[in-house]
């Protein structure tokens, strides 16, 4: 009689998946070393991973850490397609979610540096596509989530599954909707509004917004798995997505197409991308060193008070360190990039289960990393 493996046996629930993690964290790594780190590191890295993928009932995770300005460490855990039993890898390919909003703040600082965007102009003189509003509404605004644009309405809006062949088309499902509030006024978190950035880039490009993304920070980057999410196109090593259940179980995300929102969540690709995405702007590879300084800012309402968040960048200071990044959120993805410029370092984490929190995980890591 032939007898099924052991992690052939389990089921998707949380019990068995902790269970399961003992048969996945060793045989079904896949590590990429450059000068790696320490062994007892990863081992430590490992455990952090293991206890928090059987605390969320994650079923596949990828992660990237850079030090020295240095991808020096990559790998997967779990599996990208559990009913396929497709291990996860560093290689493995998500959806980006709002990191995307990070890559489009790249791209229109580049066009600030080049003198062809004014930040503080009204943002129709990029995109005249998107109608004036009752104040005027400018790209610096937006960027920092000031601008009054709304965000979702519904959650059909955010689950569209509607094909939007430009972005300009994509400004439809909220053009003419007035400004939540005066610009500057509050901090109102806006997807949406990265769709009007895009719109810009094009203006001030005069190319379509992934081509100029694609020639001039992916390729510099040498961010070579970074691509437009599709729903139709064939992606290899793409993950499968999952949303847990009420009783804690995994099942297959619901169908969304994100051709709507491009800028602000709409890129795929890997752990190492971003690593690397961290490198290029922590080394001032893609922006001069000002530019970067001027992006990674907390920006301030017009009461003075500060928003944590810079040009399409969170930031925060703790114990007089900033910490850069962002975090994403959609369906078949949480996505994390935690960056501390000052100590060159950066760690990425995927994973394939909407709804995950990953910040304390990239706490953990950073600590057992920079101890």
């Not at 109608?131 to 965000?151: N, Y």
């Not at 400004?171 to 939540?180: G, H, R, S, T």
Request: include cysteine.
């Amino acid at each position: 009689m032939t007898r099924t493996p052991p992690f052939l046996l389990f089921s998707f629930s949380r019990v068995a998946l902790a269970v399961s993690l003992f048969f996945l964290l060793a045989p079904l790594a896949e590590a990429q070393q450059n000068a790696p780190l320490a062994a007892e590191k990863i081992k430590l890295i490992e455990a952090a991973i293991a206890a928090e993928m059987s605390r969320q009932n994650i079923a596949g995770l990828s992660v990237a850490v850079v030090t020295d300005n240095q991808l020096r460490w990559s790998s997967g855990y779990g599996f990208a397609d559990l009913e396929n039993f497709v291990p996860a890898k560093a290689g493995t390919v998500y959806r980006l979610a709002s990191i995307s909003k990070s890559i489009t703040a790249v791209a229109v600082m580049q066009l600030v540096e080049r003198g062809k965007l004014d930040l503080d102009a009204p943002v129709q003189k990029y995109c005249p596509a998107f109608p004036e509003k009752q104040w005027p509404v400018t790209a610096r605004q937006i960027l920092a989530h000031l601008s009054g644009i709304r965000h979702y309405q519904s959650e059909a809006e955010f689950a569209s599954t509607r094909r939007y062949d430009s972005i300009i088309a994509g400004l439809e499902m909220f053009k003419n909707d007035p400004l939540l509030h005066e610009p500057g006024a509050k901090y109102t978190y806006t997807t949406f509004g990265y769709t009007v950035l895009g719109c810009a880039v094009e203006g001030a490009s005069g190319q379509k917004f992934a081509d100029f993304a694609r020639e001039n920070l992916f390729k510099p980057a040498g961010m070579d798995r970074m691509r437009v999410d599709s729903i139709n196109d064939l992606i290899p090593n793409r993950a499968q997505g999952y949303q847990r259940t009420r009783d804690g179980n995994l099942r297959n995300s619901d169908i969304a197409d994100n051709s709507y929102k491009l800028p602000g969540g709409g890129f795929v690709s890997t752990v190492e991308d971003l690593a690397k995405l961290a490198i290029a702007v922590q080394t001032n590879a893609v922006l001069k060193k000002e530019t970067s300084a001027q992006m990674l800012t907390s920006q301030k309402l017009r009461d003075g008070k500060e928003t944590n968040y810079g040009l399409g960048w969170s930031v925060q200071t703790v114990n007089n360190q900033k910490l850069v990044g962002h975090s994403g959120a959609q369906q078949r993805v949480s996505t994390f990039l935690h960056m501390i410029p000052a100590r060159n370092f950066a760690v990425a984490i995927m994973v394939n289960v909407e709804d995950t929190r990953l910040r304390l995980l990239a706490d953990q890591l950073t600590e057992i990393v920079l101890k």
